[in-house]
């Protein structure tokens, strides 16, 4: 069984501060990860994606990768109250092509 | 660019009807997404298509779901006959298939069956 596991929260942070999410993965062969925002009665959508072990930044945001440890991360930093929502982690698992798997999401709370 | 348009918005039916949910991917992506999505399960894969041939359709959950993809431009998922355990919001999603290309979500169907 193919697995994406996240943490449900939710997660409170204060603003200003940094928010981490994180996710493990099942596949140790699965090579392309990616995190959606989710505001609450919208659809997902895309805010960043990682390939490589290592860091990825992308404005506020970093993502991270240990295919090793089968664990993949997202940091907010400076956080704001708009960047509360529900983060989805997304896995393309090994022989799956684009075929995305997503996890149950971690909800974000961001407090002025 | 339209994005990925899904109809109706919001369907409200009784159980036993059949209910027809539409997609429009986006122009030129080759791949198209079902994905269900509830409190209790998250979201869901239904089911993928690949030049309108549907590739993996493991997540359907049971012989009252098929789908269809009769050209590139437009899919749609049916439900018959309805369950109430079948609320749900309904997402449909497109990509490029070049290399690791990223979802684009529809706006979703939310279904509520009586």
């Known amino acids: 069984q193919k697995e994406v596991e996240q943490n449900s929260g939710p997660l409170s942070v204060p603003e200003g501060a940094i928010a981490s999410l994180n996710c493990t993965y099942s596949?140790?062969?699965?090579?392309?990860f990616f995190w959606y925002r989710q505001y609450s009665g919208k659809s997902p959508e895309l805010i960043m994606f990682?390939?490589?072990?290592g860091d990825k930044e992308d404005g506020r945001f970093t993502a991270q990768l240990n295919k090793a440890s089968q664990y993949v991360s997202l940091l907010i930093r400076d956080s704001q109250p708009s960047d509360s929502a529900t983060y989805l982690c997304?896995?393309?698992?090994?022989?799956?092509?684009?075929?995305?798997?997503f996890g149950a999401g971690t909800r974000l709370a961001v407090h002025p | 660019d339209a994005g990925v348009i899904q109809s109706p918005r919001h369907e409200v039916t009784e159980m036993g009807q059949e209910v027809t949910l539409r997609c429009k991917p986006i122009?030129?992506?080759?791949?198209l997404f079902w994905y269900r999505q509830t409190m209790m399960r998250g979201l869901e894969l239904l089911i993928y298509?690949?030049?309108?041939?549907?590739?993996?359709d493991s997540g359907m959950p049971e012989d009252r779901f098929s789908a269809k993809m009769p050209n590139a431009s437009f899919s749609t998922l049916k439900i018959q006959p309805s369950e109430p355990r079948d609320s749900a919001v309904y997402f449909c999603?497109?990509?490029?298939?070049?290399?690791?290309?990223?979802?684009?979500f529809g706006n979703g169907t939310r279904l509520t069956v009586t």
């Open positions: 122009s030129g992506h080759d791949y």
């Open positions: 990682i390939y490589s072990n």
């Open positions: 596949d140790r062969g699965s090579q392309s």
């Open positions: 298509f690949n030049n309108n041939v549907p590739i993996d």
């Open positions: 997304a896995v393309v698992f090994s022989g799956g092509y684009n075929k995305l798997i």
């Open positions: 999603a497109s990509s490029s298939g070049q290399g690791y290309s990223p979802l684009h």
